[in-house]
């Protein structure tokens, strides 16, 4: 029988380890550790991995999302029936206009008034200007006409190298103007209530220009009333440019009103 000691039967026996034992001096390598399960600050155990923050309408509340979500739908419908309502507004006469169209125009006016018309390219091509002259009465009991005064050029004046030019200054007497066109007939015969209404629109403007103007004043001393006015339009053709060959007339022509007489109230500024 060989001979051999126990400490040769303890580490090569059938017992004995798998593994090597490591040197003298060096350290066997730790395991690597497990996943660790985190903990809130309330000693309750948090999901493994934690998720990533939430941001933007996801980090709402369930409540809260539903509100936002009704709130971007009725912004998107409302948005939707805007240009739906701007586009038959501005579109040529067609079945959804003949059928709806005073709720086209309800919404539209006047508000979100279109002064273009789609399918149009063509631009405005006259210069219509608004004039007016009144009869004033002086001291002395006599009424004196004064001149023709073209209101159109003074705001023209106003406007050209402003910057921020007033929204009366470059839309008042337009307005006025194409209000009266639209509720009078070829005569000047006013066509149902709103035909009055422009009248009168018309007409308190002029006297409250005539009034806040120099030349006026000037012209009766400052001390005038005015009694009447009359107001007319100069409509003249745009020349066309050197490189077309239109011939158009650029000779201008008038609408004259007829004389208004003009309340006391009124011409003294009481009625506005």
Known sequence: MDAYDEGSTARHGPDAPSTPTPPAGHEAPADPPGPVEPFGTDGRRLPYPPGEPRTGIA?????Y???VALALAVVAIGVCV???MTFLHVAPANTVTRAHGKAVDDWIYPEFEQNWKLFAPNPLQQ????QVRAGVRGPDGMTLTTGWYDLSAEDGRAIDGNLLPSHTQQNELRRAWDFFVAT???ENRPMGLRGALSEAYLRR????RLTDDDAVRAATGGAGVIE???????????PPPPWSREKVSTTPSYRELPWWKVARDEAEGGVR
């Open 184 to 186: 009078h007939d070829g």
């Open 82 to 84: 805007h240009l739906g």
């Open 59 to 63: 980090a709402l509340s369930l409540r």
């Open 127 to 130: 210069n219509i200007s608004i």
């Open 205 to 208: 403007i002029m006297v409250l």
């Open 65 to 67: 999302q539903v509100g």
């Open 228 to 238: 009447r006015v009359q107001v007319r339009s100069r409509t003249s053709n745009v």
